[in-house]
């Protein structure tokens, strides 16, 4: 039978029209807002698919490394189906600088479950990328072993499962406990090589 719902977080249900599988009975029309939204703003708009949305930092989930709240977020909405005559937040992706390692550390990325498989996540992807990484290094810990995931960030320039003796000294002891732990994650890399590795210990020999 046609649902009537869309599915929001688990438990939790949206009043947006679906099709059969449970997507949007309305053709979606994302976009990716400009603004970088910091993690409260982002928990305050995210409340209303998922009233009990916590803070990283409040998630046990997450390991110790990212369990960190996030400098921004960029955030998808759709214009075609609303909430209360507003735009519906749809996905999300966010970053942290840890300027004591010299890198880029992503915090997520997130489709809300009625709208996966509209390949919406790769634009959330690159937008972060060109916009806020660039060339700069970056790392993140993926909880995703999929194939088609792991494709997909392999088809943005990262690497999947890069050696650990890569990183700055200063993090490897901290991705190990991450990537070994009781919450499994597979380290990835972008603009991280051997070459960039004697750049850092270059700089920590000048400082």
Known sequence: MKKELGYGAEGTY???RTNDEGKPAVKPDV?????IYSEGEMVSIFRVIN???K???EMDFFPTLTRQNADGYFIMFDRANTLGGEP????RVGWKYLPEHKLYLTTGIKIIDMY?????????WE????SIIKNSPAIGMASNFSESWLKLIQSEGWKVDPPVESLPESIQDEVRETIEGDKPRRLISKNIDMAMKKAWEILKADT
């Open 14 to 16: 949206l009043p947006i």
């Open 31 to 35: 976009y990716i807002d400009d603004k």
């Open 51 to 53: 009233p009990d949305r």
């Open 55 to 57: 803070t990283r930092e």
């Open 88 to 91: 519906l937040p749809v996905g």
């Open 116 to 124: 996966r498989g509209l390949g919406l996540s790769r634009s959330l």
């Open 127 to 130: 937008k972060r990328d060109s």
